[in-house]
């Protein structure tokens, strides 16, 4: 069965973005572009909610093609060419969208059946809104953090209303020379 990995930078308080969204306070540097892009060149597909899907559509579709383009931006813009994308929202319709499912009703049902079949692991970037909603349901199966060295103080947390607890065995973890620390975690559903 295909397992759902939350990729999520968070700040040591534990909110993934500002009270208003903002995400300035997010350090990356190639090591990092360069283990994430190792990271998800083992997934098939990715999993977004509408604003966040909305944003990548804005950059990533000809971010390659972007005079002085980074190493960064040519090889996240091939991948994002080729995945299939899951989005969650009761909005978005499918219409002109390459490679793209609209998941708006039954998130429970339309999730388990995408993740019975075939295919590598599904990576969900950012989306906070569609975290929850996955969480709350118990469908993700991992994730990989990227502890930021800052403390928000208040903003959008990685963990809300989680209903009961959710125990976690650590894999792997990764210092970064910015500072940034990987955590990866798998649900331990023992």
């Excluded at 190792?38 to 509408?50: F, P």
């Excluded at 993740?115 to 950012?126: E, L, M, T």
């Excluded at 969480?135 to 209303?161: C, E, R, S, T």
């Excluded at 009961?164 to 650590?170: G, P, Q, T, V, Y």
Aim: charged share 20%; hydrophobic share 40%.
């Amino acid at each position: 069965m295909r397992k759902i990995i939350s990729f999520m930078h968070i700040s040591l308080d534990g909110f993934v973005a500002g009270q208003n969204g903002e995400m300035d306070w997010i350090k990356v540097d190639e090591a990092i572009f360069d283990h994430i892009g190792k990271k998800i060149s083992e997934s098939d597909t990715a999993l977004y909610g509408r604003i966040t899907f909305q944003m990548m559509e804005a950059y990533w579709p000809t971010a390659a093609n972007q005079p002085g383009a980074s190493k960064h931006d040519i090889e996240h813009s091939e991948w994002y060419g080729k995945i299939s994308k899951l989005v969650m929202s009761k909005t978005l319709t499918g219409d002109g969208l390459t490679n793209t499912t609209i998941i708006s009703s039954n998130l429970l049902e339309s999730i388990n059946e995408i993740k019975q079949q075939a295919g590598s692991d599904i990576a969900v970037f950012g989306s906070p809104t569609a975290t929850h909603a996955l969480m709350q349901l118990g469908l993700i199966d991992g994730y990989w953090l990227f502890v930021n060295p800052i403390i928000l103080g208040k903003g959008i947390p990685l963990f809300k209303d989680v209903k009961e607890k959710i125990k976690l065995k650590l894999l792997t973890t990764k210092q970064f020379a910015c500072g940034v620390t990987e955590l990866s975690y798998i649900v331990d559903k023992e």
